[in-house]
């Protein structure tokens, strides 16, 4: 988390030009008009590399490549000379002393590379000292043990009668000795340990930050993953099939006529089934959907020691994070970087005035979270940082907050001013038969989240989304809003089973689409999406909807 410190003995020109290159790239940057005043500051301590700033002729009597060379080696930083472009002068400089010669007209790339280069040489001389120090501790620490075995065989010779005793307390000392030295060297393994597990459960909750290839990559693939279950493609294909085994019929010999028939016959029904449920869902749409939301809840990190909530150390131009040497993302508990944040999506739809009902794990996502989890272990606690509703034909956002979870189901209740939309209050049917085994029913939902919403929409205006927003899930969110592309998809499907705490059905859907109702023939609520078993189809499933009712009558 500790920025590096670049010091510059220079004029007040360079050290303008020099500020914001070297401020960008990460590092800490200080600055001395005259090279005694920044010897005097690097002597001081805390100064990684010192850029000095000096005349070709006067090279032979630089007082900061002499005062640099007395300092002790551990507190060293190294020394890059900004001196004339002559090759001649570039080879005194470094026969002098200096660890690198730059030219004065330097390339603001070059400078920037030469800077790391010398940070990394000064980053494997410390670790080298402190592998030094360790090796001499235990150099001296075995030294001790060998005199006190020395002392200890004298005395025994000397004192015959008192060497068991001795024996047993010198070798319960070497014994003690060793112990020590082993759970120092565990804990110094388990710490670095616990350190690369915590950069690593970090970097799977990172979702806020991602580049518009990235997000766009996503869109694209879910355009395909439309296409596939799309139903008017669906009834394309079954109508070119029933075409091409109507041609094949009337050709076909007389023994291969009976088996074309039953097949055309089966893609006849197909088709007929797809076009009445076509038929229904386009009546649901018109009636429900504009009361099924998209939910986005975004989640940051806090320290539960300090109360301060994790932030990126700073940001590159191209919306990535910064990273050290070692390819780590550098984070920090001050700074006024961007926060850390998860971006989860899921569906809500409307109960009662300013009631939207969803699941536990939607609105808390560090319910039964796994990753989320995994940071808890680490000392960050989740919080909501925000929550907010966009409903179909609306522009609005509207902030949400937790009204109540439910103790029995994966259900919870949030509210917020729903006054501005006039949307009606969806019908639910909380009997415990309402739910029938082989049922058909309908599921609204907003699956795979903003991926399958920017996958419905043009590829150019997904792309003019991605600039504006350059990345911010909430920015992409609101220009989607503004667009009118916020609608639910609606699948249908039937019930497979029904257990005492749980509906199964085969209406296709997938994340995102938690939190959505599930709804029968009479337009009645019957449940809620709550799970999903991906690669196994007709498993899906959903709380039953009688499980809400101790939330709406509170």
């Not at 415990?432 to 399958?452: D, H, N, P, V, W």
């Amino acid at each position: 988390m500790k920025h590096e410190r670049i010091l510059l003995a220079g004029s007040d020109a360079s050290a303008l030009a020099l500020r914001d290159l070297i401020t960008a790239a990460g590092y800490e940057f200080s600055a001395a008009t005259t090279q005694e005043e920044g010897l005097r500051m690097a002597q001081e301590g805390g100064v990684d590399v010192f850029l000095v700033e000096a005349e070709a002729a006067d090279l032979h009597c630089c007082g900061a490549l002499v005062g640099v060379k007395t300092m002790p080696l551990g507190s060293r930083p190294r020394l890059i000379l900004l001196t004339g472009g002559a090759a001649a002068d570039r080879a005194r400089g470094l026969d002098l002393g200096a660890d690198d010669v730059l030219s004065a007209n330097w390339d603001p790339t070059e400078l920037l590379a030469r800077l790391r280069a010398q940070l990394r040489e000064k980053r494997e001389i410390a670790a080298l000292e402190e592998k030094m120090r360790i090796s001499e501790q235990g150099r001296e620490l075995a030294n001790t043990a060998f005199q006190a075995l020395a002392v200890t065989e004298k005395m025994t010779r000397d004192a015959f009668s008192l060497g068991r005793v001795l024996k047993i307390g010198v070798s319960s000392l070497i014994v003690l000795a060793l112990l020590v030295t082993g759970i120092f060297l565990l804990y110094s393994r388990r710490a670095d340990k616990e350190t690369r597990r915590t950069y690593s459960v970090i970097a799977q909750l990172e979702r806020g930050l991602r580049t518009q290839e990235q997000i766009l990559k996503d869109a694209q693939q879910a355009r395909q993953d439309l296409k596939q279950s799309d139903v008017t493609q669906q009834k394309e294909q079954l109508q070119q099939q029933s075409e091409a085994l109507r041609q094949k019929l009337s050709s076909a010999p007389h023994g291969e006529v009976s088996d074309i028939q039953k097949q055309l016959n089966e893609t006849t029904s197909r088709l007929q089934r797809i076009e009445g449920q076509s038929v229904a869902a386009e009546g649901v749409i018109r009636s429900y959907a504009p009361s099924v939301c998209l939910l986005h809840v975004s989640v940051a990190l806090l320290d539960k020691n300090s109360g301060k909530r994790l932030r990126y150390g700073t940001i590159n131009p191209d919306g990535t994070p910064l990273k050290d040497s070692d390819g780590n993302v550098i984070y920090t508990l001050d700074g006024r970087g961007p926060e850390v944040r998860s971006d989860f999506f899921g569906t809500g739809f409307i109960v009662g005035q300013g009631k939207i009902l969803t699941n536990h794990h939607v609105a808390q996502p560090w319910w039964k979270n796994d990753e989320l989890a995994g940071a808890m272990k680490q000392g960050l606690q989740p919080v909501i940082a925000e929550m907010a509703a966009y409903f179909p034909g609306s522009k609005i956002r509207i902030p949400l907050e937790i009204s109540q979870i439910s103790e029995e189901a994966d259900l919870a209740l949030m509210h917020g001013d729903l006054s501005e939309l006039n949307r009606p209050i969806l019908k639910i049917d909380s009997r415990k038969e309402a739910a029938i085994s082989g049922q058909s029913l309908m599921s609204l939902g907003y699956a795979t989240g903003l991926s399958a919403i920017l996958a419905r929409a043009d590829e150019d205006v997904v792309k003019d989304i991605l600039k504006v927003s350059d990345g911010d899930p909430t920015i992409i969110i609101d220009e989607v809003a503004k667009r009118n592309l916020i609608r639910p998809l609606v699948t249908q499907g039937h019930i497979g089973d029904v257990l005492a705490d749980r509906i199964v059905y085969d209406a296709q859907t997938t994340s995102g689409g938690s939190g959505g109702p599930l709804i029968n023939q009479e337009g009645q609520v019957i449940g809620v999406t709550f799970a999903v078993v991906r690669d196994f189809g007709g498993s899906n499933f959903g709380v039953p909807i009688r499980f809400a009712q101790p939330l709406l009558n509170h």
